[in-house]
C-alpha cells in the first residue's frame, strides 16, 4: 500500500484490506485462481456455491458468450459439503484474505445445514447466501423473488451462522429490488450483494435451437452493468444506508474505473467475475487502479468515496 494512503474498508464488523472480491463461482475454490495471481491481493475471496450435496449441473453447453458478455447455465455444479471440508478447507486456512462461502440449497433445511457445518470453521470470514442463481429448479431465484420468503430462509440461516456475517445476493429479475433487499434486511442480513446475473437466452439460428442445453442462462458481463450500478444506487438510498447496512456491488466490473462507479453508487465492496475468465488477473489489477484513482485525486481513504455521488 502507498503512503498515506488508506483502502481499506470495514464490511458487516470484518476489517478488509482493500475493497475488491471475487464473485462467486468464477474463481472456484481460490486454489484454481492462485497460480494466475496472488490471492493475498485481494480484500476477499467468495467461495463457488457450496451445497449439501454434490451437484452435476446442468447437461453441456452451458456456457456462451455474447456480444457485451457471457451467459451461463452451470446450475451451481459443487463439489458438495464433505469434499470441500476435506479438500478445500485446508487450503483456504492458508490464505491470508477474507475467504466468504457461497451458500446453496434446495431447502431452507438445505441451507442452515450447511452453514451450521461451517460456522464452526475459523478460516471462514463470513457467507453469502445464494438465493438469486436463474439457472436451478429448486433453491435459488424460486427464494429470491418472493419477499416473505427471503426473509424467512434469511432468518433461518442467520441463527446458525454463529458470529460470522451473513450476506445475501439478490437478484436483480424482481418488480422493486429494494422490496427484496428490506426483507433481507428484516430477516438479519449483516450485508447485501448485488446484482445476480439476469435471465436471457441466444439462439443458434442455423438450428433454430436454443444454444444453451438449460434454453435460458444468466447474462454476466459489461452489458449488465449500468443496470446494476443503477440498483446499487437505488437500494442504498433507499433501504441500506438508512439500515446501516453495507453493499457489495457486482454486474460487468472489469476495471478499476467500473469499480469506482459501484463505490460511488454506494458499494463498500465490489466483485469481479466474468472478467476473471480472460484475464485471471483482473481482480488485483482492479486493487492497483484504484489505488492509482485515489492518488490522483487526492483521497486519502477509499472510505470516502462509498455513496459520495453527487
Known sequence: ????????????????????????????????????????????????????????????????????????????ANIGLDRFLDEKIPLIEELDTAVFVNLAGQTIDDYVAVTEKLAKIDAIAGFELNISCPNVKKGGITFGTDPEQIENITKHVKKVAGNKPLMVKLTPTVTD?????????????????????????????????????????????????PIAVYLVN?????????????????????????????????????????????????SAQIVEGIENYCVEHGISSVKELTGALN
Open 234 to 282: 437505488k437500494v442504498y438510498n433507499e433501504v441500506a444506508k438508512p439500515a446501516g447496512i453495507p453493499l457489495m456491488g457486482l454486474g460487468g466490473i472489469t476495471t478499476a474505473s467500473d469499480a469506482i462507479e459501484f463505490i460511488l453508487a454506494g458499494a463498500t465492496t465490489v466483485a469481479v467475475g466474468t472478467a476473471s475468465f480472460p484475464n485471471p488477473a483482473a
Open 177 to 225: 429490488i429494494s422490496v427484496t433487499a428490506q426483507a433481507a434486511i428484516d430477516g438479519g442480513a449483516d450485508a447485501l450483494s448485488l446484482v445476480n446475473t439476469f435471465t436471457a437466452m441466444a439462439i443458434d439460428i442455423e438450428t433454430r435451437r436454443p444454444v444453451l442445453a438449460n434454453r435460458t442462462g444468466g447474462l454476466s458481463g459489461p452489458a449488465i452493468k
Open 1 to 76: 500500500m502507498r503512503k498515506n494512503l488508506d483502502i481499506s474498508v470495514d464490511f458487516a464488523g470484518i476489517n478488509l484490506k482493500n475493497p475488491v472480491f471475487t464473485a462467486s463461482g468464477t474463481c472456484g475454490y481460490a486454489d484454481e485462481l492462485s497460480p494466475f495471481m496472488d490471492v493475498a491481493a485481494l480484500g476477499g475471496f467468495i467461495t463457488k456455491s457450496i451445497s449439501l450435496q454434490p451437484r452435476k449441473g446442468n447437461p453441456t453447453p452451458r456456457i456462451v458468450e455474447t456480444d457485451a458478455g457471457m451467459l451461463n447455465a452451470i446450475g451451481l
